[in-house]
């Protein structure tokens, strides 16, 4: 695996556990503060880490006793060693406090990770879902006509 690919890996599988654990801190610890995220709900984008955070502490508390279950599909990355991007198709479940799935969602994720020594960190991350041509609704689940 190269380092490129540990990376990649790396910083998915700290934000699956950061969203699973609703682990403000944690999560906000992947984005660096100048972070630009365009974002698939309500806002039209997030500039800088304190807007964002602001974003994802109101995720997690409307969450109440459900978890949330990351899964990263089709991941796909190139880079060099300052700079990495990364796409994938992203399912977000929302579990029971018993571990039962309740419903699911499906985003198309696309960051750019900025590597500075050790420190990988997004720098700008882009979500989205197609909509449909005939009810303009977001389509939120891969393969479904809207």
């Known amino acids: ?27 906000m610890q992947l984005y660096d503060p100048s972070v630009l995220v365009f974002d698939a709900w309500g806002v039209w984008m997030y500039e800088g880490s304190e807007a964002w955070q602001r974003a994802v502490e109101g995720w997690f508390t409307s969450l109440g006793m459900e978890r949330v279950k990351v899964t990263f599909e089709e991941v796909k990355s190139w880079g060099s060693t300052e700079i ?6 992203a399912t977000y479940a929302a579990m029971s406090e018993a571990g039962m799935e309740i419903r699911s969602l499906q985003n198309r994720v696309t960051w750019v990770l900025r590597i500075r ?3 990988v960190r997004i720098v700008h991350e882009h979500t989205s879902a197609p909509i449909g041509f005939v009810d303009y609704k977001a389509i939120l689940v891969r393969g479904k006509a809207g």
């Open 84 to 89: 990495i991007s990364v796409s994938a198709i």
């Open 1 to 27: 695996m190269s380092d490129t690919d540990e990376d990649v890996s790396r910083i998915l599988a700290a934000y699956e556990s950061a969203v699973f654990e609703k682990d403000v801190h944690a999560f």
């Open 117 to 119: 020594g050790p420190v």
